[in-house]
């Protein structure tokens, strides 16, 4: 709630998630803080949607949402009724709303400032935060990445831009932008990889690599498939090993009587 001199007017802007932020010189961007980002990279990773249903420990999970915004669009709305969750969690990737070059650029800026408000509201309530790199045109990058600590662990989600050649061009340069202008201790890649695209970088930056949450689930149940299939395997031959030991009591029995 915020007061004037006659009324209390209701906080709907969301004002109370950049309480305490230092902001950026032009747009005011609220400003990550580099105690909010851990030093080690996460032991999983998980999409917000597949988290929230996880029947799970979430002690060792972040969650990030590199997915269709209509997944954690409930997130924005409701940052509140989320905190208890993320607290369940090891912590999250910076937020993801998408931000596409073709966008109006105030709808750009819009995206950025909420990416970047949630990320410091759900860091400065102690959970651990890696910053996202996401921003739009290359005019916005400047001031998108002077919110970003330098020379500390940064996410980068690579689904659905790497698989054209000239995308994989536009990657190669934004990599090169922002491992220059942040030379971050290492940088977590969310997705499917394609290519060798980040192999020019790697004696500039370490990368840590995670497979969609999709690809490592059904890689996952293949196994247990498998499992399953050599167990069923397994107690098929028990079973005629039992078959054909029965057969040959029962026979021994009969030689037995025949004897006697």
Same mark, same amino acid.
């Given at each position: 709630m915020y007061k004037d001199e006659n009324d209390v007017v209701e906080d709907l802007f969301q004002a109370f998630l950049v309480e305490g932020a230092n902001f950026t010189e032009i747009e005011e961007y609220p400003i990550i803080e580099d105690w909010?980002?851990?030093?080690?990279?996460?032991?999983?990773?998980?999409?917000?949607?597949?988290?929230?249903?996880?029947?799970?420990?979430l002690s060792e999970v972040y969650v990030c949402t590199y997915a269709r915004d209509c997944t954690f669009e409930?997130?924005? +709305? @409701?940052?509140k009724k989320y905190l208890n969750f993320f607290k369940r969690c090891a912590g999250l990737i910076g937020f993801d709303y998408s931000i596409h070059s073709d966008m109006p650029i105030v709808k750009q800026k819009a995206q950025m400032n909420d990416n970047l408000s949630l990320s410091f509201y759900y860091g400065k309530q102690g959970?651990?935060?890696?910053?996202?790199? +996401? @921003?739009g045109i290359d005019e916005l990058a400047d001031e998108f990445l002077s919110a970003i600590p330098k020379h500390t662990l940064i996410a980068v989600g690579t689904h659905g831009f790497i698989?054209?050649?000239?995308k994989k061009a536009e990657w190669y340069c934004f990599l090169e932008k922002i491992i220059s202008a942040l030379e971050p201790s290492g940088i977590i890649v969310y997705g499917k990889l394609s290519g060798n695209i980040f192999k020019d970088f790697e004696d500039k930056c370490k990368f840590y690599y995670y497979e969609p949450w999709i690809y490592s689930n059904r890689k996952r149940f293949r196994w247990q498939l498998k499992v399953q299939v050599i167990d069923m395997e397994t107690l098929r031959v028990q079973i005629i090993k039992e078959k054909q030991l029965n057969i040959l009591t029962m026979l021994g029995l009969k030689l037995l009587i025949e004897a006697d």
């Open positions: 909010m980002i851990p030093k080690v990279p996460p032991k999983k990773i998980m999409p917000f949607d597949k988290a929230l249903n996880y029947q799970g420990d409930r997130v924005r +709305r @409701y940052p959970n651990n935060l890696i910053p996202n790199i +996401r @921003y698989k054209e050649t000239y």
